[in-house]
């Protein structure tokens, strides 16, 4: 099965929408904020994340190059469930909740294959699940950084990190940032990571933590 390319579903469906530059640290969406837009991310990264009535924040989601935030309106969402934050300089596409029905509609073709990505992006999220359940914090961390430099994806992985701070690591995988600290600096020793001017580089070799029973 082919790659869902959502540039090419954009470009050549004509979808009317506009550029939007984000600075790191700006945000999106809020949480409450009305469900109107579909954001496509062209370049950058976006970090998804909720705060329960308690006032307790939860990164939901890592998102980048390639990847859609906010599609939920689709569904039914009248309200954004959560906030949608620029991790590093990010551009991105913003498509017109109605807009984005139009196309759905009218090009069969691309909606079959943009289910089909949305469904992708639904087992990422059982797996998360699944490994924040049942896996220990250092093979959560691992899984995460190797998601993060886009392991396994078809294009080429970027490999190389953007600056991001161990407390937000720390959030992503459910674990304290002492802990988070104590197996970055094992994973440096053994050579699966490595500091670099551009930021963290992860070597595929990382993968044997996650594999590691």
Same mark, same amino acid.
């Given at each position: 099965?082919?790659?869902?390319?959502?540039?090419?579903?954009?470009?050549?469906?004509?979808?009317?929408?506009?550029?939007?530059?984000?600075?790191?640290?700006?945000?999106?969406?809020?949480?409450?904020?009305?469900?109107?837009?579909?954001?496509?991310?062209?370049?950058?990264?976006?970090?998804?994340?909720?705060?329960?009535?308690?006032?307790?924040? @939860?990164?939901?989601?890592?998102?980048?190059?390639?990847?859609?935030?906010?599609?939920?309106?689709?569904?039914?969402?009248?309200?954004?469930?959560?906030? @949608?934050?620029?991790?590093?300089?990010?551009?991105?596409?913003?498509?017109?909740?109605?807009?984005?029905?139009?196309?759905?509609?009218?090009?069969?073709?691309?909606?079959?294959?943009?289910?089909?990505?949305?469904?992708?992006?639904?087992?990422?999220?059982?797996?998360?699940?699944?490994?924040?359940?049942?896996?220990?914090?250092?093979?959560?961390? @691992?899984?995460?950084?190797?998601?993060?430099?886009?392991?396994?994806?078809?294009?080429?992985?970027?490999?190389?990190?953007?600056?991001?701070?161990?407390?937000?690591?720390?959030?992503?995988?459910?674990?304290?940032?002492?802990?988070?600290?104590?197996?970055?600096?094992?994973?440096?020793?053994?050579?699966?990571?490595?500091?670099?001017?551009?930021?963290?580089?992860?070597?595929?070799?990382?993968?044997?933590?996650?594999?590691?029973?």
């Amino acid at each position: 099965m082919n790659t869902f390319d959502a540039q090419a579903f954009l470009d050549s469906a004509g979808v009317a929408r506009k550029m939007i530059a984000y600075r790191r640290s700006e945000t999106i969406f809020s949480q409450g904020d009305a469900g109107d837009s579909v954001i496509y991310i062209q370049n950058g990264g976006v970090k998804l994340s909720a705060v329960s009535n308690a006032g307790r924040e @939860a990164i939901v989601a890592m998102l980048g190059p390639g990847d859609f935030v906010g599609e939920g309106c689709l569904a039914g969402q009248s309200l954004r469930i959560g906030t @949608a934050t620029a991790m590093t300089p990010t551009t991105a596409l913003v498509i017109d909740k109605e807009e984005m029905f139009r196309v759905l509609h009218a090009e069969h073709a691309l909606s079959d294959r943009f289910i089909t990505y949305m469904l992708s992006r639904n087992i990422r999220i059982e797996e998360d699940l699944i490994d924040q359940l049942f896996n220990s914090s250092e093979k959560r961390l @691992a899984r995460t950084l190797l998601l993060l430099a886009r392991y396994g994806k078809q294009d080429k992985p970027q490999r190389v990190l953007p600056k991001m701070s161990q407390t937000t690591l720390a959030e992503m995988v459910g674990t304290t940032r002492s802990h988070v600290n104590a197996f970055m600096n094992k994973f440096k020793r053994l050579g699966f990571i490595e500091d670099g001017p551009a930021g963290l580089k992860i070597n595929n070799s990382l993968l044997n933590i996650v594999l590691h029973d």
